[in-house]
């Protein structure tokens, strides 16, 4: 599957932006997505993940209450809703996928996206 992530931009803190991540490829519906973000200086981190169906989703602490992932399997694409956004939310932002279930852990995922940079000043 390729991936193509978009959405990112320059936010205040406080601020929203929702990230967007389309598939082509194969049938978007059998599979686990990820967002995982890499700040500078910093190794990648999970994010947030959804099941196949949407019907679960995961989240890491540091985006619990304020981001909230989606998706629309009819378009191929998944989404970060990104709210409440600190300056330590600065980071390169990439979606990924994989066929087995939710999970957190990068090497689980084969699939990346090329990533899009997410910028929250003070």
């Known amino acids: 599957v390729q991936l193509q992530a978009c959405g990112g931009g320059s936010v205040q803190a406080g601020g929203s932006l929702r990230l967007s991540c389309a598939a082509s490829?194969?049938?978007?519906?059998?599979?686990?997505m990820g967002w995982f973000r890499q700040a500078p200086g910093k190794e990648r981190e999970f994010v947030a993940a959804?099941?196949?169906?949407?019907?679960?989703?995961y989240y890491a602490d540091s985006a619990k209450g304020r981001f909230t992932i989606s998706r629309d399997n009819a378009k191929n694409t998944v989404y970060l809703q990104m709210n409440s956004l600190k300056p330590e939310d600065t980071a390169i932002y990439y979606c990924?996928?994989?066929?087995?279930?939710?999970?957190?852990?990068?090497?689980?995922?084969?699939?990346w996206g090329q990533g899009t940079l997410v910028t929250v000043s003070s």
């Open positions: 959804i099941s196949a169906t949407g019907g679960s989703t």
């Open positions: 990924a996928a994989k066929t087995s279930g939710i999970g957190s852990l990068q090497r689980d995922y084969p699939s």
């Open positions: 490829g194969r049938p978007f519906g059998s599979y686990t």
